[in-house]
């Protein structure tokens, strides 16, 4: 009989990766988008993909009673925090009722359903340098309010855990890039702005803010493999850190991106792009998850940004 995985957010940046991961002839592939318009649904995901809002309650108990997943991975959320502060009350809806309907769901009709929450690294949250790797039993604090809702999703996760006795492992990822991803985000922004000079569709003049923070870089063909080891491996009710354990400037993100390319491109601060609370530095300890899963990041961020660049090239052809 073939495992039912259900991914919520599955056409997202992180979901679509994370479906090809999974694709094997034991699985099935089920999983939801929500773009604006349904026909702008990217079909091709996954076995089967479903138009689904998950702030809608009763849409996601009817789905996870026609489905009855084996397994769940919980994607689906506004992901960038400069969207959080711009729309606050859809990034509360999503991430955390959203959160609660999925749970709740599965607590009604799937309840023996292993599930994977994806929560943030942006819970720790510390705005006083701390020059060390931190751990899942650091202090939490949330500095702006997509953090708030991916600490209140864990908050949710460990009640669903440990009350109603869902089968929940908690996941902590790091920033992640590769190629496919959002230019609201800081490599993907880079990465395009050098192509579109190259282009000569723009001057050539790169926009940046903060380049002196540092922070644990993963690759997110990385990340996808480390959440199919937590489903496999994660122990209920726990929370693994999904990080490097080593900090890069981004000041050295933008060298290694310029040095891909031959032209001279003056880089200037963009006052836009600074953000309203920003974290020095942010690294965190990754001995938990190798403990129990023996995971390990494979590729180096050169590559990573490589192949970020080359697929933002292809997509201005
Ligand atoms: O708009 P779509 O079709 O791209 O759907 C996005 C989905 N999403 C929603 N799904 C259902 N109901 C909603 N109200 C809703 N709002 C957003 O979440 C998309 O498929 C997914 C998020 O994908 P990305 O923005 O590309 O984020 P990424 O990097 O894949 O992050 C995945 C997870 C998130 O929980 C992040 O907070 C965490 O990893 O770092």
């Known amino acids: 009989m073939k495992r039912k995985v259900f991914i919520t957010g599955a056409t997202g940046f992180v979901g679509s990766y994370l479906s090809q991961e999974l694709k094997s002839s034991a699985n099935i592939i089920y999983g939801t988008c929500y773009p604006e318009r349904p026909e702008d649904c990217d079909r091709t995901v996954a076995d089967k993909i479903y138009y689904q809002d998950i702030r809608d309650a009763k849409g996601m108990a009817a789905l996870i009673e026609e489905i009855r997943p084996d397994r769940i991975f919980h994607l689906a959320a506004v992901s960038s925090v400069k969207r959080s502060w711009d729309q606050r009350e859809e990034t509360f809806e999503t991430n955390l009722a959203g959160t609660y309907h999925l749970f709740e769901a599965i607590r009604r009709f799937s309840p023996q359903a292993r599930i994977l929450y994806v929560s943030s690294s942006d819970v720790y949250g510390v705005l006083a340098p701390v020059k060390r790797a931190l751990s899942e039993d650091d202090a939490i604090e949330p500095v702006n309010p997509y953090a708030f809702t991916k600490i209140s999703g864990e908050l949710l996760a460990r009640f669903y855990s440990r009350i109603e ?153």
């Not at 089968?167 to 990822?173: E, G, K, Q, T, Y």
């Not at 981004?250 to 040095?259: A, E, I, R, Y």
């Not at 920003?278 to 690294?283: M, S, T």
């Open 165 to 317: 006795g869902l089968d929940i492992v908690l996941a902590r990822p790091f920033p992640h890039t590769g190629p496919g991803q959002s230019a609201d985000f800081v490599c993907p922004d880079w990465a395009l702005q050098i192509a579109q000079i190259e282009k000569g569709d723009r001057e050539p003049v790169m926009r940046v803010g903060n380049t002196q923070v540092q922070r644990d870089f993963l690759d997110v063909r990385d990340v996808v493999r480390a959440y199919d080891l937590l489903m496999e491996k994660g122990q209920k009710g726990e929370v693994y850190n999904i990080c490097s354990g080593r900090a890069i400037a981004l000041k050295d993100v933008l060298d290694m991106l310029l040095s891909f390319t031959s032209g001279a491109i003056d880089v200037q601060v963009d006052p836009h792009k600074l953000r309203k609370t920003d974290i020095p530095l942010l690294v965190g300890n990754n001995q938990k998850i190798q403990r129990t899963t023996s995971w390990e990041p494979k590729i180096p961020m050169k590559q990573t940004l490589g192949d970020l660049l080359e697929y933002c090239r292809s997509t201005l052809v």
